[in-house]
């Protein structure tokens, strides 16, 4: 039997990318899923496809931006669920630019995403593995959590951030004997709707380039599952996932 099984997981950003592939092939391994994001026709769509293939999935429309709805998504998964095993913290954006093009709104906005949303699923999700002594948070970074490139500076910032917040995590959580798990995965380039969060012209021509060697999201699902599926003992706590051409 798969340790996914039966293991209920909230997945943010579920509606495209990583999450959704990550949603698929962990309700494959027989997880009760909790798909989390904001469009809703993505999300019951997904949870139709899901259920249609004999897998197990409910949805909460959900802005990782808002605190409240963060608790309300813990609250109804709790209430449906009677726990939470595991949180996938995938949702992100990746606006990009060049630093004196001054695209403060757009700093404001992967701030809001990247860090606060991911805080705040800790800060909603969290105590209650802590009571049960039991959890897995998995933070999706991404290779810019490791490198820093011309244009990408305020979005590197973040996934440096969220490497930050898991490595913090996970040393909390071992301190004080809470035996949840904190795995950070950093992937590299991904097919995905992120490259459409990147209004700088610029930066789009050279990240449409660049993205030509994307790898499917399902590979970083895969690593997603290898995750949870260790025994509880056994904490893989960084993966960087590249596309085997990828360089930088």
């Known amino acids: 039997m798969s340790h996914i099984q039966d293991k209920v997981i ?9 999450g959704e592939a990550a949603a698929k092939e962990l309700a494959s391994k027989g997880a009760k899923l909790v798909l989390a994001a904001r469009r809703e026709d993505r999300l019951k769509k997904l ?39 595991v949180l996938v913290n995938n949702a992100g954006i ?26 705040y699923a800790i800060a909603a999700i969290v105590p209650s593995m802590r009571e049960r002594k039991s959890g897995h ?7 810019a959590g490791h ?5 990408g500076t305020v979005y590197c910032g973040t996934k440096f951030a969220v490497k930050a917040i ?3 995590l996970r040393q909390e959580e071992a301190m004080n004997g809470t035996n949840i798990r904190v795995t950070n995965v950093s992937p590299g380039a991904v097919s995905s709707e992120l490259l459409e969060t990147t209004t700088d012209p610029t ?46």
């Open 94 to 119: 990746m606006p990009q630019a060049f630093l004196n093009e001054n695209k403060v709104d757009e700093w404001d906005k992967m701030i809001d995403v990247n860090i606060k949303g991911v805080l």
């Open 137 to 143: 948070v998995i933070n999706l970074s991404s290779v």
């Open 166 to 168: 898991s490595e913090g």
């Open 203 to 248: 930066m789009k021509a050279g990240l449409d380039e660049f993205y030509q060697v994307a790898i499917d999201a399902d590979r970083i699902a895969r690593a997603i599952a290898f995750a949870i599926e260790q025994p509880s003992d056994v904490g893989i706590n960084e993966m960087i996932i590249r596309p085997t051409v990828q360089v930088g």
């Open 10 to 18: 909230i997945i943010t950003g579920a509606s495209s990318g990583i």
């Open 147 to 151: 490198n820093i490139y011309p244009g």
């Open 47 to 85: 949870q139709d496809e899901i259920q249609n293939n004999g897998g197990q999935a409910i949805y909460k429309v959900t802005d990782v931006t808002s605190l409240t709805q963060m608790e309300e998504l813990a609250a109804h998964t709790l209430k449906k669920f009677g726990k939470i095993d």
